[in-house]
């Protein structure tokens, strides 16, 4: 009591605020708006006092931010889905046994809380109030892996980091820069076969450098540190799920300007009676699945890959399998709402169909009652069974189905069964065992020459068995390269020939864990120990603590300079060169003569062209010509040519000046110059003119005349205020897609739906059902799951002609 009288009694000094130092400042300020205020204030009484002190420091910071925010623009895209865009498609890619099925599965797990049995097929599902997801795993085989280029939106790349980089990965990779290379993920798995934490660190390291190097600078490398329970770690899938929630996917312009069908349900719908007569006869089938890229016109015709074109019997839009959950919900998917569909893998209980609805009743649920046949057999002996209840029960008894007796049954003519039925069905190949389901269990592995391998040596491991399944691998795998024309030993030279890894990667076989595969050995692999001693930052906690910091990094290992490993591969290289050399045949100057090949070719050539020619071509002549006499003054003679990419020879040293400065880390202030030089040619109304639409009598004017004010404005200005003219550009020219946008969308409401898509057609992003027919046989019968099918619509005037450019590699 007497303490606390006391402590009351006691006097407490006051606070004494501080007059100086930065503590003055901020106390000043109680609140962090006024503070801002303040400093803002500060700066625009005072901006001499927040300039740079170090010019090469201000330098590399605006370098920097210009360079950030030219990341962030892109041309704007028009997007032509006009409800619910269709899924993205995410391809699991990699080499035999390296974990794609499982990786599937636990991703689908994560995202339905459903455990899927099987991977075939396409497998859709929600993984978001605005979107879906459909992974496919990619097939180990040439035709599926350029099928699969062509329609995946992002690619995870599996690599086995006990074993390394395979070929796999590499060949699948060269497909993808070809078609576009959408986005790509590596995730490295098996890493819990490592021992040791140090080995394992700098495996890490050496293959990110190594993904680093094929890809880009800071490409996305996960790590899935091993099974629990037989899955991968929940939180290490949990991470993954979460990039591939928010990942950006920027549309392909190819894939943009046609549509295309992922096939996730495949059906033949060949009247039965036209079978029974002819097995061989064509067929007619029904391809369902989501409407991608532009939308689908009626009476445009398909090409189905690897079958040929067609034209479309019927579409129909059906009501979405696996729709969007209602906007109306505030927060994430309720369980109920985790939706998932995936037919070619018996998911689901109910299929709909375009006449049918199928029940999928689970084995367990469904009684037999087998017990009574043992007692009175189903001779129909017993009073007491009607013939239905014993047709029945006798189905129940069945063996075999209907196909398969058909198959073994012949009809003996002449009194005896021909042999070479027999050797017919042995030469048939795996595909059609497994279409028959003979060997269904193995369906998954039937791509991979060494996966049955696995299989079989696993149960026997003794040194002759192995030799032996040596011996048939071998056989086998110089069988597969004899079916395209070759011989292993030239099938290698081919590769080293025409591959453009051919300098720095070498595809080494060899017989590891019971199979053959194709390690990737690289000449040039940057020591282990270097990259400890250049790459030790962070990387020493837990795989997970990996991933997360990798997350939050994103930027940094954008900007981690590549010294001397690239970022990009030296085996692109011989690309380029390969397209330079292939100069010699121009489609255009086979067409429109000479005069045309001056727009790929150096102005140069132009003017040597004669005056005739010029004359007689000028309703061709590219707009660039027109420019090209009063243009001269702009950097570089070719800047105006149709395709400056190629044939683009840099003379002297201005040159390579000039194209230096049009770089962030140039000399901007000669842009100025520029701008005032192709201000002449930009306010030329022949290129930029107004114009006025006859149909709608809707006149445009030419928004170039603003632009030239926003030039001007910009020329007088700061470079940062050019930037922020360039996003204000950018920022309209998005504005005005979405305008044009909704003006359509608004002007397509209006009418009925039947008119609607017959001058629309099918909307991007709706689930169809394509009906083709005459369809060869050996679509169906050798169909499998596994194998997407991808049918793609031909635009008008893409079927008239062919002009394919192929390389011939058989003997
Ligand atoms: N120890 C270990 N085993 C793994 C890992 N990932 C996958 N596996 C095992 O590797 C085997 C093959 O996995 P799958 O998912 O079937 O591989 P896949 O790539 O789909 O195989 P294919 O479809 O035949 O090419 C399975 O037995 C998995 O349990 C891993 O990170 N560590």
Excluded at 50 to 76: D, G, M, T
Excluded at 110 to 133: A, E
Excluded at 343 to 349: A, N, T, V
Excluded at 713 to 718: F, K, P
């Amino acid at each position: 009591m007497a303490v606390n009288a006391s402590a009351e009694d006691q006097s407490h000094k006051a606070h004494r605020s501080r007059q100086s130092g930065p503590n003055a400042k901020k106390k000043s300020v109680n609140d962090k708006g006024k503070k801002e205020e303040v400093s803002e204030n500060d700066r625009k009484r005072n901006p001499k006092a927040f300039a740079f002190n170090s010019s090469v420091k201000a330098k590399r910071l605006q370098a920097r931010s210009v360079e950030k925010e030219q990341r962030r623009l892109h041309v704007p895209v028009i997007d032509r889905c006009y409800g619910e865009p269709a899924p993205y498609v995410i391809v699991v890619q990699g080499p035999p046994q390296v974990g794609k099925s499982l990786l599937i599965k636990s991703l689908v797990k994560h995202y339905t809380k459903h455990n899927l049995p099987d991977v075939r097929g396409p497998i859709t599902i929600v993984s978001g109030k605005q979107r879906r997801l459909q992974f496919v795993e990619c097939p180990n085989e040439i035709n599926g892996m350029i099928d699969a280029a062509k329609f995946a939106d992002l690619t995870l790349l599996l690599i086995d980091g006990a074993y390394g980089f395979e070929m796999e990965t590499f060949e699948f990779l060269n497909i993808l820069h070809n078609h576009g290379l959408p986005k790509v993920m590596g995730v490295l798995t098996h890493l819990d076969k490592f021992k040791d934490a140090k080995k394992l660190r700098k495996t890490k390291q050496r293959l990110k450098h190594r993904f680093w190097t094929e890809i880009r600078t800071g490409a996305k490398l996960f790590y899935l540190s091993g099974l629990v329970h037989g899955k991968y770690p929940k939180r290490e899938v949990h991470n993954l799920a979460r990039f591939i929630s928010v990942m950006k996917f920027q549309p392909l312009s190819w894939r943009t300007n046609h549509p295309y069908v992922l096939v996730d349900r495949f059906e033949d719908v060949t009247p039965p009676e036209r079978v029974h007569t002819n097995n061989k006869c064509d067929r007619n089938i029904t391809l369902y699945g989501y409407l991608r890229g532009c939308n689908l016109k009626y009476g445009t015709k398909v090409h189905i890959a690897g079958v040929g074109d067609f034209e479309l019997a019927s579409v129909t839009n059906l009501a979405d399998p696996c729709p969007l959950p209602s906007a109306a919900k505030k927060k994430g998917l309720r369980d109920k709402e985790k939706l998932f569909y995936a037919p070619m893998s018996g998911l689901g209980d109910l299929l709909y169909d375009k006449d049918a609805v199928y029940i999928n009743i689970n084995d367990h649920f469904v009684q037999y009652s087998k017990v009574d046949d043992d007692k009175d057999g189903y001779s129909g002996k017993g009073k007491d069974q009607d013939v239905g209840e014993v047709l029945v029960k006798s189905l129940q008894s069945t063996k075999y189905s209907v196909d398969e007796k058909l198959e073994k049954s012949f009809i003996s003519l002449f009194g005896r069964k021909p042999d070479n039925s027999s050797g017919a069905r042995s030469d048939t190949n795996n595909t059609l065992e497994n279409s028959n389901g003979i060997h269904e269990i193995e369906s998954s592995e039937k791509y991979q020459p060494g996966s049955q391998e696995v299989d079989r040596l696993g149960v026997a491991h003794d040194a002759d068995d192995s030799e032996s399944s040596d011996e048939d691998d071998l056989i086998k795998r110089k069988a597969k390269f004899e079916s395209v024309g070759t011989d292993e030993e030239e099938y290698n030279d081919l590769l080293d020939e025409n591959s453009p890894v051919e300098d720095h990667m070498k595809e080494h076989v060899e017989f590891h864990e019971g199979r053959f595969r194709r390690k990737a050995v690289f000449g040039n692999d940057v020591e282990s120990d270097d990259l400890m001693d250049s790459d030790e930052e962070g990387n020493d906690g837990d795989d997970s603590d990996i991933n997360d910091e990798k997350m939050s990094d994103y930027d940094e290992d954008d900007e981690q300079d590549d010294a001397g490993m690239g970022n990009t591969s030296k085996w692109k290289e011989p690309l380029s060169e390969r397209t330079r050399s292939r100069q010699h045949v121009n489609l255009m100057k086979l067409v429109y003569g000479k005069s045309t090949d001056i727009s790929t070719t150096s102005s140069n050539e132009a003017h040597d062209t004669s005056d005739e020619e010029n004359d007689g071509g000028d309703f061709f002549t590219p707009v660039g010509r027109i420019n090209k006499n009063d243009s001269e003054v702009v950097d570089g003679e070719n800047a105006n040519s149709e395709d400056c990419s190629k044939h683009f020879k840099i003379s002297n040293d201005l040159d390579i000046e000039s194209i230096r400065d049009r770089f962030v880390t140039g000399d901007w202030s000669k842009a100025a110059l520029r701008n005032k030089s192709s201000e002449v040619i930009e306010n030329d109304d022949s290129v930029f003119a107004d114009f006025e639409d006859l149909e709608t009598g809707e006149k445009y004017e030419s928004f170039h005349a603003e632009n030239t004010t926003d030039a001007t404005v910009a020329e007088d200005g700061s470079d940062k205020e050019d930037e922020a003219n360039g996003s204000d550009y950018h920022d309209k020219m998005k504005e005005e897609i979405e305008i044009r946008k909704q003006r359509n969308k608004a002007e397509l409401d209006n009418i009925d739906e039947a008119f609607r898509l017959k001058i629309e057609g099918f909307q991007s992003g709706t689930y169809v059902r394509l009906e083709v027919h005459g369809v060869s046989c050996e679509m169906v019968e050798h169909f499998d799951p596994c194998q997407p099918i991808l049918v793609g619509g031909i635009g008008p005037g893409e079927d008239d002609a062919g002009y394919m450019q192929v390389k011939h590699i058989f003997l």
